[in-house]
């Protein structure tokens, strides 16, 4: 087994606050290793959609993309943010390589397949979504990615895609050539054994673990889906998974970061 | 000397017709060799703004770069345009890589000093601002860099920079390297010696032709700033520079492309 990586995910409400972002850019930054940055869009997608009168329309939760709606994700995702969190890395001795799917053609995804809803411009993942070798390249030559969450379909369509399924779809791939560990950064400190209980944090979780605090009503709903995610991913070749604290990434180093997932 | 590399500048006129600009992107696409795409930003940056009820102010013909309105280039062309460009790429086997200055720490600006126009966000390059060995790594990796007219500072401030300028520089520096060759694309075939005749391109200028021109009259006055900076690189070690038409870039491994400005 090759070199460990870390793939890390940064949500919206991170980057919706200038000085957490900065704070935590800084953390990333000091980070030792190979590693890799996924960002989702905030809420400035929305905001810019809706000062050029635009309605930003959700089904169950997923944004549908029009597009319209294309346009203005491609242009705060891989635009905006994601430039400004890469002259920010630069400020903070990262070499930051701002990436889309298209570029290299890193990330290949699908359309996806229209059955009761019409999510119009979204690209689904597939197994061999990832170019391995076009991401080894760059992690080679000494660059850190930093991907938005446009994809492609290799066809000149560009497509918006979640976040959290490229951040994991990365550390799978790429766990055939690295040692990979995926770190999804969130509000809370951790996954809680206590919701009311914000010190509560379950250091590690088993997977076997996992069945029994889901049935036993431990872990509550909003965080089973994350955690799925998670165990899918170490069951297909990720190391651990974490989840905590974006702005606790200094202490990941010193294995005191969030919640812990392991195989067994 | 190293190998051949084409640096490529495409203008705002083709960027805003999207089967023009089609049609110039599977020509760069088949072009062999190394090379690298820049491109301006077309007229979307100032549609944008004004959809969101900003107003593009110019002094000089320069565009003053303010907060709001560095935010908007840097969505468009870092984002949009340039996403969409390198989409098109990959749909016709080019392997593009979009970047911005600070991608890979590409191209490093200073803020144009505030002398008796405050230009705001624009970013000036200088004699080292360009990271050849970056840029070397992404060439000799196989990807196809295609620059947005975005840059940075180092300290974490995103720059708008002229597109002109950023082509010129970066043959400029890479002919350190690669046998360098600029090619300026603009509406018309070439310069022309007769402004009223379309058919009337001079094939070739060398250095001391183009005082005559000059002086003689035969170069129009918006062509005079552009062929200043053409010689000024060729001056500088680019081996030739070509301008003429973008639709036309198929005749250039002919060598039938406009005209071909040479050092003697």
């Known amino acids: ?35 890799i940055l996924v960002h989702g869009g905030g809420k400035v997608a929305t905001r810019t959609a809706a000062d050029l009168g635009i309605e930003a329309k959700m089904i169950d939760g997923r944004r549908v993309t029009d597009a319209a709606m294309l346009d203005i994700v491609t242009m705060v995702y891989a635009g905006l943010t994601n430039k400004k969190i890469v002259s920010s890395l630069q400020k903070f001795g990262c070499d930051a390589l701002g990436l889309s799917g298209a570029d290299g053609d890193t990330i290949k995804a699908v359309k996806r397949p229209v059955r009761e809803v019409d999510y ?19 992690l080679e030559a000494g660059f850190t990615p930093v991907f938005s969450a446009i994809t492609h379909n290799g066809l000149g369509q560009l497509l918006n895609t979640n976040a959290d399924t490229i951040a994991s779809s990365l550390a799978v791939s790429l766990s055939k050539i690295y040692d990979t560990r995926l770190i999804y950064c969130f509000e809370k400190d951790g996954v809680l054994s ?38 899918h991913a170490i069951g297909k070749g990720v190391k651990n ?24």
């Open 1 to 35: 087994m090759g070199s460990v990586l870390n793939v890390i995910k940064i949500g919206g409400n991170v980057i919706d606050d200038e000085d957490q972002l900065q704070s935590f850019l800084e953390k990333f930054a000091a980070l030792q290793g190979k590693k």
């Open 120 to 138: 119009g411009y979204v690209g689904d993942i597939l197994v061999d979504s990832v170019n391995t070798l076009s991401i080894k390249k760059f």
């Open 194 to 231: 206590d919701v009311n209980d914000d010190k509560s944090i379950i250091k590690t979780i088993k997977a076997d673990d996992f069945e029994l605090l889901k049935s036993s009503g431990v872990i509550y709903e909003g965080m089973i889906p994350k955690l799925e995610n998670a165990f």
């Open 241 to 264: 998974v974490y989840i905590g604290n974006a702005l606790n990434l200094h202490l990941y180093q010193q294995g005191e970061f969030g919640t812990c997932l392991l195989a067994k």
